[in-house]
């Protein structure tokens, strides 16, 4: 098949790019047409045979083990690594609360971090006494500003793979080695990283990641992961526990008595899920890794990404706020006689959808494996057009 013609039968699958120029994955990637037949089945099926016999609860273990491995394989991680969440900001919490804090003891994190990020560490401040260390980071010298916030009473690093406002990718093994050398703890937000840059957990050494299933890898709300690496399990005491959370249906006993899922991330689960979600994102993963193929969608968004780059350089006032080099699929930019939330507004009504953030105030888009050249051209030319009127 060839490229175009691949391109073509994507774009079919995903009818939300062609309606519209989606340029927005960054905050809720586009949905497949398989994924929405999935979990209209399983809708179905709940509501035909109903939720409460046994092979429904045999089907749903099924879904979770094939989800868990996809997400598993996707960061090269063990199936024991991935607890199953509900989005990025709720693996975050999950460390965020489960490490033994003392008072006095400090985090750093940066002011690009996103809300999912940074709130979680802020209520550590508010309940234990953590001192929490907000800095300014720069892509270029990152390592040495985190290692500079850095001392002896810190014990975690908090950070963004890919950064949601200028979307620059951070180096992340190397943040994770500096971080490690200090003793220091490593929480990584990786909701613009899933799915748009490819990723080797182990090989990163990275001890905790956060990632959602909504944004790049394109499945419904309420899916996500968490990666906990296998040998540091025993520094993240769950937070919240239920029957999903025990080793097995024996895990307990009426002493006060529990057993987590020994040696797994299943650990941090909790309790009843939403079946034709997480369904649909069982789907929709193996669509994405057997059917399109991880390395095509990472070269693709990449491809993307530079030829939109490319392009906006072309608009004169044009300022691109993405750092140069390997691009992760967000690019934040800037036209001088365009105001960010006024021009997304405009954009909207002519059919293409990107956001603007506020901190810096700017535009953003996402170029996904789904996006087309004429999409970006027709981006720039409705640039162009308000920049004339
Ligand atoms: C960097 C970053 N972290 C966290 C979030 C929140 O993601 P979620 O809704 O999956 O918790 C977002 C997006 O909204 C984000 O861009």
């Not at 940066?110 to 953590?130: I, K, M």
Request: aromatic share 8%; net charge negative; charged share 20%.
């Amino acid at each position: 098949m060839s490229e175009i013609e691949k391109i073509t039968q994507i774009r079919q699958m995903m009818p939300a790019v062609r309606n519209q120029v989606y340029l927005n994955t960054g905050t809720c990637g586009p949905l497949s047409t398989l994924t929405i037949e999935t979990m209209n089945q399983a809708n179905t099926l709940e509501l035909e045979a109903g939720r409460a016999d046994l092979s429904g609860f045999k089907l749903l273990g099924e879904t979770i083990d094939e989800l868990r491995g996809a997400f598993a394989r996707l960061v090269k991680a063990r199936p024991e690594e991935i607890a199953l969440t509900h989005h990025t900001t709720e693996g975050i919490n999950i460390v965020a609360h489960g490490l033994r804090w003392q008072p006095g003891d400090e985090v750093v994190t940066t002011t690009s971090e996103h809300e999912g990020g940074l709130l979680p560490v802020y209520a550590l401040g508010q309940r234990y006494g953590v001192q929490v260390k907000v800095i300014d980071i720069s892509p270029e010298s990152v390592v040495e500003q985190l290692e500079a916030a850095i001392t002896a009473r810190t014990r975690l690093l908090v950070f963004s793979h890919v950064l949601w406002n200028t979307g620059a990718r951070l180096p992340l093994a190397e943040i994770v080695a500096m971080a490690h050398y200090h003793h220091v703890l490593t929480l990584v937000d990786g909701a613009q990283s899933a799915g748009s840059i490819p990723l080797d957990l182990p090989a990163s050494g990275v001890d905790f990641y956060a990632l959602p299933g909504q944004k790049w890898l394109c499945g419904p709300e309420g899916t996500g992961a968490l990666y906990v690496r296998q040998d540091r399990l025993g520094l993240v005491a769950p937070t919240f526990v239920g029957y999903s959370t025990l080793e097995d249906v024996n895990g307990y006993d009426f002493t006060g008595y529990f057993l987590p899922a020994r040696n797994s991330a299943r650990r941090y689960e909790v309790g009843t899920l939403y079946r034709p979600g997480f369904k649909g994102m069982a789907a929709n993963l193996k669509w994405l890794e057997e059917t399109v193929g991880w390395d095509w969608i990472y070269q693709r968004i990449e491809l993307m990404a530079e030829y939109a780059r490319n392009a906006l350089q072309t608009l004169p006032g044009v300022t691109i706020l993405t750092p140069p080099g390997p691009q992760a699929g967000l690019v934040t930019f800037n036209v001088e006689s365009l105001d960010p939330a006024k021009t997304m507004a405009k954009l909207a009504k002519d059919g293409i959808i990107l956001r603007y953030i506020r901190h810096p105030y700017a535009l953003r888009i996402s170029t996904g494996f789904y996006n087309s050249e004429e999409d970006i051209d027709r981006l720039v030319s409705a640039l162009r057009t308000y920049m004339d009127a």
